[in-house]
């Protein structure tokens, strides 16, 4: 039998959700995922809960916002050479925004 899963509240995580998503979702999910450094599981509660989704700074962060940076930046030049703008695309950009800004007003107040 495996170790019983508590949660931060001391209660005994026992029950399983699951659910089917796209490739292209799984892609969004995953991209999100590494960008908060948060683990899947607790990315996916925060979100169906409405809790706000806080980033902490750490090493593993930084390479994935980096590495999303550079994937934005593949894109954008695929756009100049004459393509669309998917809305997958767009949705990264907005949460490095959002996640740079944060990281930008956390530097500012000393934290």
Known sequence: M?????????RWRNKTVAF???PEEDAQIET????????????IIRRLLCRD???????????????Q???????????EA????NDELLDTIQMIATIMNGMQEDFAYGQ
């Open 20 to 22: 089917r998503v796209s």
């Open 2 to 10: 495996s170790k019983k899963n508590y949660d931060n509240h001391n």
């Open 69 to 79: 940076l550079a994937a934005v930046l593949d894109e954008l030049h695929r756009i």
């Open 32 to 43: 999100a995922v590494k960008l908060t450094g948060l683990t899947k599981q607790d990315y």
């Open 53 to 67: 989704v806080v980033v902490q700074g750490n090493p593993r962060v930084y390479k994935a916002l980096r590495d």
């Open 82 to 85: 004459g393509r669309g703008v």
